[in-house]
């Protein structure tokens, strides 16, 4: 194990993000590897960390003035051994080959616990989408198409949306698909909903996240009823997330975005969280304007030359990073500990450092990894697609009974795996363990490809 996690670090010693990734799942998985010595032999540990396709490309756009502009595209097609590609596309300016391999190595564990079938990838671009007019997003996503397109394909690889990638950009996205193959097909999942979009997706990654974490606490005896979370991020996850917080009985205090955070006492409740899905999702304004409309509440700019967040420094009971990679470390688990934070769910791909995660464990706080706890996302997306495929759609109610039961069975899919394997109540371990194994044993019975 050792000599694969030097190599991987040796190979590509840039891809920080993708060696944290690795080392997690590598570590939870030890006791697998001394029980099954055949694993060596057909060099699992090599394979699995190898990406099947790595897609990097040229994606020149057109600003508003008349500037041709240059950003690479990518998409990492991992693993394949459960059905086919899936994950979503991110874009954003700190987007690079490392992130993007750590995002698809994430999403084929995730996706393997979603009890669907599919395998795992992950693509996006370094264009930064803020400040950009509708246009000039449309002719990038054209542009980014035009190349993607000879790539996926309904039974091959079925991108979706992540950080940046929305409704928007999947209707962008779609259009110049149809146009370059002239063919109709679930090729993109996050549609819109009257052209075969599902119910709940756009709910789904938030909801589901909070499904999770419901589950955590009842094997405490407790329910989110009087709960005081703090929620990170203000896009689609961190909004559905305070959605159903609020509607279980919770309340979330505070909302984030990369300049800073509001918190707000009184909580986000249903008119102040319509302003904020408004103020985000259609003006495409900063989180701090919310201040303006809400006075009582404070806005706090966060110095990036800080080595914490203040954001994690409030009291509260559970905590939801639903941003970014990297947003909790130690200095950050410290203070969730003295403010009483009891549960954290990540809503985002590994929001929090591995030293912040051990330091977490330490102290007995139930902690839900995001491969667990926002694969709700992934498996609506799946969804979508079964839908798409029997060209038929499912009531609200029918989806988000199949989200609450796939998440469910995740949480007691990890529970199971950590008890079978001397780890109980690590649902880190549980989560890669019962993943891992699942997808190794899919890619032997498939043999050497
Ligand atoms: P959105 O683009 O809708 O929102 C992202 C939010 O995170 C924004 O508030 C953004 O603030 C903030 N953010 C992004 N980058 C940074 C950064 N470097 N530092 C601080 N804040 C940042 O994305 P999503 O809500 O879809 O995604 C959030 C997280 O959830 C990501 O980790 C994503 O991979 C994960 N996820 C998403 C799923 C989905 O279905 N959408 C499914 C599973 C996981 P700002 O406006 O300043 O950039
Ligand atoms: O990280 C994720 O799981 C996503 N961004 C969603 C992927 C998808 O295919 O719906």
Redesign the pocket.
């Known amino acids: 194990m050792e000599k694969a996690i030097e190599r991987i670090r040796d190979k590509d010693p840039e891809q920080q993000e993708f060696h944290q990734a690795v080392d997690e799942v590598f570590t939870s998985v030890k006791p697998v590897l001394d029980r099954n010595f055949e694993f060596r032999q057909q060099a699992i540990l090599e394979r699995i960390t190898e990406p099947e396709r790595v897609i990097m490309f040229r994606v020149p756009w057109m600003d508003d003035e008349g500037q041709v502009h240059v950003n690479r595209g990518f998409r990492v097609e991992m693993n394949s051994a459960l059905g086919p590609y899936k994950g ?1 596309l ?1 874009f ?1 300016a ?1 987007v690079n080959l490392g992130i993007i391999k750590f ?1 698809a190595f994430e999403q084929v564990f995730k996706n393997s616990l979603t009890t669907l079938s599919m395998g795992g990838g992950k693509g996006g671009s370094d264009f930064d989408p ?1 400040g950009k007019s509708d246009n000039e997003v449309m002719r990038f996503c054209q542009s980014f198409m035009a190349e993607l397109y000879r790539h996926i394909g309904p039974n091959t690889d079925v991108p ?7 409704a928007r950009e999947i209707g962008y996205m779609f259009g110049m698909y149809k146009k370059l193959k002239n063919e109709f097909t679930g090729v993109l999942t ?1 549609k819109s909903l009257a052209w075969g979009g599902s119910l709940i997706r756009p709910e ?2 938030g909801y589901g996240a909070v499904y999770f974490a419901a589950e955590m606490l009842q094997t405490k005896g407790e329910t989110f009823e009087g709960k005081s979370c703090l929620v ?7 909004q559905f997330t305070t959605e159903k917080i609020n509607a279980l009985g919770g309340k979330v205090t505070t909302l ?4 800073g955070y509001v918190y707000d006492e009184e909580g986000f409740d249903t008119a102040k969280l319509n302003f904020v899905k408004e103020l ?1 999702n259609i003006k495409r304004g ?2 701090s304007e919310y201040v303006q409309e809400y006075p009582k509440a404070e806005y706090i700019r966060v110095d990036p030359s800080l080595d914490y967040n203040p954001l994690w420094a409030h009291s509260a009971d559970c905590a939801f990073p ?4 990297n ?1 909790i470390n130690t200095k950050d688990a410290e203070h969730l500990i003295a403010g009483g934070v009891g549960l954290i769910c990540e ?3 590994m ?1 929090t450092l591995p030293d912040a995660v051990d330091i977490l464990h330490e102290h007995n706080i139930l902690f839900a990894p ?1 491969k667990a706890a ?1 694969a709700g ?2 498996a609506v997306s799946g969804l979508e697609m079964a839908q798409n495929s029997m060209r038929l759609s499912w009531p609200r109610q029918e989806v988000d009974a199949r989200l609450k039961h796939i998440m469910k069975s995740i949480h007691k899919t990890c529970l199971d795996a950590g008890t079978e394997y001397g780890v109980e109540g690590n649902y880190v371990a549980g989560a890669n363990i019962a993943s891992f194994v699942k997808v190794v044993n899919a890619m032997l019975d498939q043999g050497l490809v």
């Open positions: 979503g991110r954003h700190s995002l803020k979706a949306g992540d950080i940046g990638v929305g996050g789904a990654t990170s991020g203000s896009g689609n996850v961190a984030s975005d990369s300049s985000k900063r989180i639903c941003a970014t990679q947003e809503g985002a791909n929001p995001g926002n996302g992934v």
